[in-house]
């Protein structure tokens, strides 16, 4: 970097210029040999601090030399110089307002600031979930095969996931599709052990791995930070990670050429080489991930059906919907008729009456706000949420302008006379209208920067629920940060409108005259915002109410099971180190922990509670299609239900594995679906699942094995010895750490090279509602924010209307009024615009709560409390105002009260 022959700054071979709107200002207002002198001398400073502070210090202070310099010069243009003597008039006089009125400027600034600070918290959180996979190169291009089946056009299930031939196929038959990449996620189902030696040393459980196809890391965009990624998955047994497993793995050491165990709970091992290092992967993507593994991986593996792996998983029409798939079309090209191409080859072998496939194309843009299907990586944004997050953002911002214009008119009305003055001094009424609306907009601007700072300061409370992964993502954009920045500025003209045009526009021996203070337009504008005012409090308080009461009735209801003091160990995933000898693990690990005093019971199930129901069967009481229940299915070891404390209220529980083997166990509701009313009826049926007859031995009662924010299903519970993945441990008291330590010991005694990892399953149950309850917590905070900016302009106006009426308070007092006749008397006028407020807004919100709370399949109900609470909490809030300010105005000397006027 140096100076060039004419004193430019030159880097790169290129000279850098200063700021061109700076440069623009100067020449706009000033005559065209001072403009060139100026920016002579301000350039040249400009190059120095360039040199000497960095290029962000010296565009700062070029703006401001350019408008110090502005004010020294003489300005020829008639335009500009009526422009520039309005502007400067108007700042003087809006900074004297402000200095005269400090209280109500703070009062202004605070509020409008809170309401900016939950709008952009707000705003940020619901553009970053709605924006979710931007960063993916040639993202409009990029669609996931989705799958669905239908059965007589009825559905059967959705899934992310397709068929291994989908990819290959569409990409050597469709010249529009450029290029395709595929995911296995083998993490999703499997439990992962990653060690960095073959002898299971330094091992960790891990479930952010998927195996991907050569091109998947430059489709998605990855930031290679070792390796190239057209070419690190090449080969088989090669593997990526993620900068984060770098340092877990190799403290941030260089990991190309080192190796890796992979092993999984399908008892496939094998040492992967890495062959790259990219950047952590964004979290506002439908994907999550931390390792890829190379596809061809795949191929090395053993088949169970007796295929060829080439089959398993790249080329079977008839393969399992295993397979994350993406097709990158070429620009321009409609998807519906490449799904169409598609669905024709999928559904040639298929020989089942009535069955038929349908493929959709979701743009990946758009997968995180559509309907949940199944096999997604990541939970899905609720749309819904979001949308009433960015109307109660509305809400908020909209009730913090309404308080702002609530005061900015009383105190207008207030400043009548001066008004009025200005208008006989020769003030025209257009220079009045400028003067409000320049007000208005400018303290619009202010609060908007102390809400930007207040924001700031939160930004760590506020992404503890309302999470993204920087704190200036919302400003990201240009466009969006205009759109904002224009919210603003219609906001503060709209709250300039009224003062500006209608006192603007009064005789000014009638605003001197002091008519106009107590007219009916000036009355009428006040109580329509306290009524909008208190109506949107109201509003709040009732969702608020709605969200805390339905979330701990979720909590807190029977789940017609016990899962306290259960302790869940998953299914091990490094089962290569266990001897042949001690193949029955599970066995062995049961042996030990029921010797335990601590271990109440033991079970073992292949379907956790709390967690979805996968496995669907069809069962009937005969070979008849026709009158097939549609169920959920789920294995389980005897002493499940006695662990769980599930009761039965037909029949009997599984003796063991082998005497039951053909025997299965009913809920209520899949009796009820088979068309019994009385469940010991059922008991020793025969029924046929799926493909064969089984017996049935007993009813459980239903309980609610995921979430109450899900319908109990039918259900069907069978007994196996294989295939069951998670171990329930229920404990009796005592020591949990202790407990927890012999657990442990007996673990790694029977698994070895495997972490010991564990969690309890009412914790597991509470997750189900992290999202409610995260919903929660953000409303009731932006609500409460709410409520406060509602308080703090009611107090403001109950003041403002104190002091109007303080020679009308001095008279009552001269009359002999009491300071409770007093404070009834204007408490009067309030009451009945809450009450207003109340009748107009509670069946609104009521309206609103209904239809979020029928969102749920287990409810609460809205009580008395619904119609009560909030209007009263803002009655309270207003009475409390008013009565506090008219006490102590009633109590100061009436001489002095009659003075003010």
Not at 602 to 626: C, F, H, Q
Not at 642 to 651: E, H, M, S, T, Y
Not at 733 to 760: H, R
Request: aromatic share 12%; glycine share 6%.
């Amino acid at each position: 970097m140096g100076y060039g022959t004419e004193n430019v700054l030159v880097e790169n071979n290129k000279p850098i210029a200063p700021p061109k709107f700076a440069e623009w200002l100067v020449k706009l207002f000033c005559r065209k040999d001072y403009a060139e002198e100026v920016l002579g001398d301000v350039h040249e400073v400009y190059c120095w601090r360039i040199e000497e502070k960095g290029k962000t210090v010296a565009n700062l202070r070029y703006f401001l030399d350019a408008f110090s310099a502005i004010r020294l010069l003489k300005i020829e243009n008639k335009t500009t110089v009526k422009l520039n003597f309005l502007a400067m008039i108007s700042l003087k006089v809006t900074l004297r307002t402000f200095m005269c009125n400090k209280s109500q400027t703070v009062t202004n600034l605070f509020g409008l600031a809170c309401g900016f600070m939950v709008f952009l918290a707000i705003f940020q959180y619901v553009s970053f979930e709605k924006n979710y996979d931007a960063f993916i190169p040639d993202n409009e291009n990029l669609f996931r095969v989705n799958s669905t089946l239908k059965r007589d056009s009825l559905l059967v299930f959705e899934t992310a996931e397709a068929v291994p031939a989908i990819g290959r196929n569409a990409y050597e038959l469709l010249p529009q599709v450029a290029d395709y990449f595929k995911l296995f996620n083998s993490g999703s189902e499997n439990n992962c052990v990653i060690s960095l030696d073959e002898q299971g040393r330094n091992s960790f459980n891990e479930s952010g791995i998927m195996h991907a196809t050569a091109h998947a890391p430059s489709l998605l965009g990855l930031r290679m930070i070792e390796g190239d990624a057209e070419f690190v998955l090449d080969e088989p047994f090669e593997v990526i990670i993620s900068k984060s497993l770098q340092l877990k793995y190799f403290q941030g050491a260089s990991a190309v050429g080192k190796t890796i165990t992979f092993d999984d709970d399908d008892e496939n091992h094998e040492v992967l080489t890495v062959s790259g290092v990219f950047e952590d992967f964004p979290g506002d993507s439908h994907l999550a991930f931390d390792m890829l593994v190379s596809f061809k991986t795949l191929y090395t593996r053993e088949t169970k059906r007796g295929e060829t792996a080439k089959y398993r998983y790249d080329e079977d029409w008839e393969g399992a919907h295993d397979f994350l798939t993406y097709l990158k079309l070429s620009p321009g090209t409609p998807h519906e008729p490449i799904a169409t191409v598609l669905e024709e080859n999928m559904n040639a072998p298929i020989t089942y009456p009535g069955y038929a496939y349908q493929l959709n194309l979701k743009p990946v843009k758009a997968i995180h706000t559509s309907a949940a299907v199944r096999e997604e990586v990541k939970t899905v944004a609720d749309v819904q949420k979001l949308n009433t997050l960015l109307i109660l953002g509305v809400f908020v911002l909209v009730l913090a302008w309404v308080n702002f214009i609530n005061l900015t008119t009383a105190t207008a009305l207030g400043r009548a006379k001066e008004t009025g003055m200005r208008k006989v001094l020769g003030g025209t009424r257009k220079q009045l209208i400028w003067q409000f609306l320049f007000e208005s907009v400018l303290t619009g601007f202010i609060a908007f920067a102390v809400g930007i700072l207040f924001f700031s300061l939160s930004f760590n409370y506020f992404n503890e629920f309302l999470p993204v992964t920087e704190k200036w993502y919302l400003f990201n954009e240009f466009h969006t940060t205009l759109l904002i920045l224009g919210i603003v500025f219609v906001c503060g003209l709209v709250a300039g409108i009224y003062p500006a045009f209608v006192l603007s526009g009064f005789k000014p021996v009638t605003v001197l005259k002091g008519v106009f203070k107590n007219s009916g337009n000036g009355l009428l504008v006040r109580k329509v915002l306290v009524v909008l005012q208190a109506g949107i409090s109201i509003f709040l308080i009732t969702g608020l109410l709605a969200i805390v009461k339905q979330v701990d009735y979720m909590l807190n209801n029977d789940l017609g099971m016990e899962p306290e003091q259960v302790l869940v160990i998953a299914k091990p995933g490094n089962l290569n180190k266990i001897t042949d000898e001690d193949r029955d693990h599970k066995s062995l690990f049961k042996s030990l922990l029921s010797s335990k005093s601590f271990v109440k019971d033991y079970a073992v199930t292949d379907a956790l509670p709390g967690s979805v129901l996968r496995k669907g069967k069809d069962i009937n009481l005969t070979e008849v299609e026709d009158n097939e229940v549609k169920s959920r299915a789920i294995f389980v070891e005897y002493d499940y239900f006695k662990l769980l404390d599930i009761p039965f209220v037909a029949g009997r529980d599984f003796r063991n594995t082998v005497v039951d083997e053909k025997s299965v166990v009913l809920n209520e509701s899949a009796v009820k679906a088979l068309g019994f009313s009385d469940p010991q009826e059922v008991v020793d049926q025969r029924l046929y699942e799926g493909d064969e007859w089984v017996n049935i031995i007993g009813v459980i009662s239903d309980y609610h094995h995921t979430s109450l924010k899900n319908q109990v299903v039918p259900m069907i519970i069978g007994t196996r010895s294989w295939g069951l993945d998670y171990h329930l441990i229920k404990i009796d008291g005592g020591s949990i750490e202790k407990s927890l330590a012999e657990v442990e010991e007996a673990f790694n005694t029977v698994f070895p090279g495997n972490p010991f990892d564990y969690y309890f399953l009412d914790e597991h149950f509470e997750q189900n509602y992290a999202e409610e309850q995260q919903f929660g917590r953000s409303f009731g905070f932006f609500a409460l924010i709410a409520i406060l900016i509602a308080s703090i302009g009611l107090y403001s106006l109950s003041s403002f209307i104190t002091i109007s009426r303080s020679k009308e308070i001095g008279i009552r007092k001269v009359l002999g009024a009491r300071s409770s006749s007093i404070v009834n008397h204007l408490n009067k006028d309030f009451l009945i615009l809450i009450l207003l407020a109340a009748f107009v807004a509670t069946p609104l919100s009521l309206w609103a709560v209904e239809g979020w709370l029928d969102s749920f399949p287990y409810r609460i109900g809205l009580g008395l409390m619904f119609f009560v609470v909030p209007g009263l909490v803002i009655l309270m809030v207003s009475l409390t105002s008013v009565s506090f300010k008219t006490v102590v105005a009633s109590r100061v000397n009436p001489i002095n009260l009659l003075q003010r006027e």
